[in-house]
């Protein structure tokens, strides 16, 4: 027996199970065997009781990780053993138990391990650093690659499952997105957790009352409702984040932005944001958002389109709280020069007796000579806008029951063919330069173009089409929300009739009727109202069926 084999062994068993390994693994002989954790240990501490130069030093596992790479926990952690000395012999199962990338398995056994003096076995592959011959260093090598192979197969055929599930509507994350919970009988089907789905509609209802993400969020704290995270810890769910800096997490303006901006509370499913570049790396990176898959009607909406886009409008408006941490002011945002179009700036003067807050045009503010003041009074301003409303909601009214004489949705159903036909011709116009984009490549390679042209031509052909499918995305936009109207059986009439008995002007009442207040010299105001057009399409409704009407009678 060779002085090496003479020494005595510090040993360290290295056992390791990844998901995508399952529980099965081929033998030599062809016959199937468990890769479990506990088999491995069996299997290895038998070895070490029949080996009396070897005393187990440790044992070192990794339960659920990838070997296609080696930043396991546990594999480092005996990685400083050996450094410290502690070790000088490896006991694994078989390389693919060790790791399935071909670059690094090479390097530990050949490199590092030797230069550390370690000594490392792996049972299954009768391999023995101590003893091994130059038939097994080369036969190792072409292990190693086979086992790199099967991750990389394994790895394809999962992405390619994934990618197809996506593509169904299937929901493949590991967690139920807050508000939602896994259905029991489909993991792949979201239900609504009715208890978290309560604390998103009041979290979308505060945006619309006028609160910032901060504010909700120290709101929901004070209300002592447990954060996303917390709430899955308490149903009993093993959940980890990057995200949490604390021993606990708390709502923060970062966690309720993500719920006000996640198209997954209208029913949409929008999956393969992130991606591996690689299957042995762990680290994702940011795809582009044409890659994204979208899926519209997978499950059941939290929160009704209209709200939802109208939250995403507040999102990218000036919407500064105002001082003393309450909710904006009801114009912020809203309210514009008239002939410059810069906002509108809000100020208050004490006089010590009496109290003056009027608008004034915010470019003015800053130099003088871009604009005028444009000022006017709050008050006036409130007055002027609320009766303003007053009478929008009358006319509203007088509409209603004129549109319920004919049909209640002969409207709607007349402006949903009015898209559909519009996306028609959209598809034409895209068909069309898809045709002359194609044909000049012909062109080109007959000598009919110079390059430049073809370059000028295939520049115009692409605009077209990228408008084309510009229009057409906003026409489903406007599809879904007269169809919206229709399923609940209430129009766009409804958002006004709301506020049939309104005495006061509020952020509500602005965000969900208003679209802008603009304020012109001499304090004159224009107030243009949300869905005008559809204002304007259902007047010319009712004078085309009344025409109608006369010519019949």
Known sequence: MSKRLEQKFKVAIYL????????????????????????????????????????L??????????GTNFDRPDFQRMLESIRRGEVNCVLVKDLSRFGRDYIDCGKY?????PRLGVRFISLNDHFDTAVSSSSDNIIVPFKNLINDSYSRDISIKVRTNLDVKRRQGDYIGNYAPYGYRKDPSNKNSLLIDEDAAKVVRDIFKWKVEGFSPEQI?????????????????????????????????????????????NEIYIGVLVQGKRMAPTYKTKKTILRDSSEWVRIENTHEAIISRPQFDLVQQLMTEDTRASAGGGAVQPFCGRIFCGDCGS???????????????????????????????????????????????????????????????????????????????????????????????LGIYEDLHDGILTKDEFLSMKEEFTARIDEAQGIIAQLNVDKGN???????????????????????ISRLVVVNLIERVNIYEGAEIEVVFRQADQ??????????????????G
């Open 343 to 437: 906002p509108m700036f809000r100020k208050t003067v004490n006089t010590g007796k009496k109290r003056y807050v009027y608008y004034v045009c915010s470019a003015n503010k800053q130099d003088k000579s871009q604009c005028s003041k444009h000022s006017i009074r709050e008050n006036v301003l409130d007055e002027t806008v609320l009766a303003t409303v007053q009478r929008q909601i009358e006319v509203i009214l007088e509409m209603e029951k004129a549109m319920s004489e004919i049909d209640a949705l002969s409207w709607e159903t007349s402006e949903v063919a009015k898209i559909e036909a519009g996306i028609r011709y959209q598809d034409q116009i895209i068909e069309k330069n898809n045709a002359l984009r």
């Open 217 to 261: 969020a120290e709101k929901l704290n004070t209300m002592g409702i447990l954060s996303p995270a917390e709430y899955k810890r308490a149903a009993g769910i093993r959940f980890a984040t990057s995200f949490q800096s604390g021993a606990k997490a708390y709502w923060s303006h970062v966690s309720v932005r993500r719920i006000l901006t």
């Open 57 to 66: 030093y440790d044992e070192f596992k990794d339960d659920g990780y990838t």
């Open 109 to 113: 056994i050949e490199k590092v391990f």
């Open 535 to 552: 204002f304007e399409s259902i007047m010319n409704f009712l004078a085309e069926h009344r025409q109608l009407v006369r010519e019949v």
């Open 16 to 55: 390791r199970l990844s998901k995508d390994d399952g529980d099965l693994s081929l033998s030599e002989n062809g016959k199937s065997e468990s890769n479990s954790i506990h088999n491995q240990r069996e299997l290895l501490m038998e070895y070490i009781s029949n080996h009396p130069e070897m005393d």
């Open 482 to 504: 007269i169809q919206h109207g229709m399923s609940q059986q209430q129009g766009w009439l409804a958002q006004f009739k709301q506020y049939r008995n309104i005495t006061e």
